[in-house]
Nanobody, 123 residues
Framework: VQLQASGGGLVQAGDSLRLSCTDSGRAFSNYGMGWFRQAPGKEREFVAAIRRGGFTYYADSVKDRFTISRDNAKSTAYLQMKGLNPEDSAVYYC??????????????????WGQGTLVTVSS
């Protein structure tokens, strides 16, 4: 799995943005995928995850605003973000989940991190 995230940018509060995470390898469909984010001076935090079969998980802070999805035919995971606010500003990373189901929100259970894409939300 070799992941590359894209789609970040500078937006205004209330705007929407869609991030993409593409795998250039051939094992994408074998893994659950997760999105994390890291703001300056803060730890990397869980945002959303999607299992191979499509079941999804969200952090409370983004639930009802963000939607994670995947297209196995395109080896791509997406994070649709709506109602963005300045607290959502961070570098967003995607990664492949390699742990047991109960660790889907745990950063150390992921591998193959993409390089991150910066999202900046102005007020």
């Amino acid at each position: 799995v070799q992941l590359q995230a894209s789609g970040g940018g500078l937006v205004q509060a209330g705007d929407s943005l869609r991030l993409s995470c593409t795998d250039s390898g051939r094992a994408f469909s074998n893994y659950g995928m997760g999105w994390f984010r890291q703001a300056p001076g803060k730890e990397r935090e869980f945002v959303a995850a999607i299992r191979r079969g499509g079941f999804t998980y969200y952090a409370d802070s983004v639930k009802d605003r963000f939607t994670i999805s995947r297209d196995n035919a395109k080896s791509t995971a997406y994070l649709q973000m709506k109602g963005l606010n300045p607290e959502d500003s961070a570098v967003y990373y995607c990664a492949a989940h390699r742990g047991i189901l109960s660790t889907v929100r745990v950063v150390t259970s992921y591998c193959c991190w993409g390089q991150g894409t910066l999202v900046t939300v102005s007020s």
